[in-house]
């Protein structure tokens, strides 16, 4: 995946200024990742911004890595693991870690107060209850 996708994924209909609405932008890179300068005031406005990844020193490539495994495992996935497979420090591991499952515990609750859980997530959530009765 690399930034061209994101940012499809991101902005479907094409990158627009958080702040006043507007479509056009320049493009450069800074330290190898696009950035657009929006015509109108001048923001900043970088695929990072406004997420969980904003002020990351960490590449993209990391935190998608560390989203896949914890997404994958189904027991807790131990910061010391996490340390070991993106080659970081155990301090950053443990910040990216909760930061991750901070951020997927409030996706739960927004979905959980729409209804709008998955018959997939109920069933798990049954057989976890059943397993430690």
């Known amino acids: 995946m690399n930034h061209r996708d994101l940012n499809h994924a991101r902005w479907p209909d094409g990158l627009v200024c958080p702040a006043c609405g507007e479509r056009t932008h320049s493009t450069f890179l800074v330290k190898g990742e696009p950035v657009g300068p929006c015509v109108r005031c001048r923001r900043q406005t970088t695929l990072r911004s406004g997420t969980l990844f904003h002020a990351s020193k960490l590449p993209l490539t990391k935190w ?27 301090c950053a591991a443990w910040r990216l870690k909760h930061k991750l499952l901070e951020a997927i515990a409030r996706r739960l609750t927004r979905e959980r107060r729409r209804g709008g859980f998955r018959t997939e997530q109920v069933q798990e959530l049954r057989i976890d209850k059943q397993k430690r009765l």
């Open 64 to 90: 998608l890595l560390a989203l896949y495994l914890i997404g994958q495992d189904k027991n807790n996935h131990s910061t010391l693991s996490l340390k070991h497979y993106l080659d970081i420090s155990y």
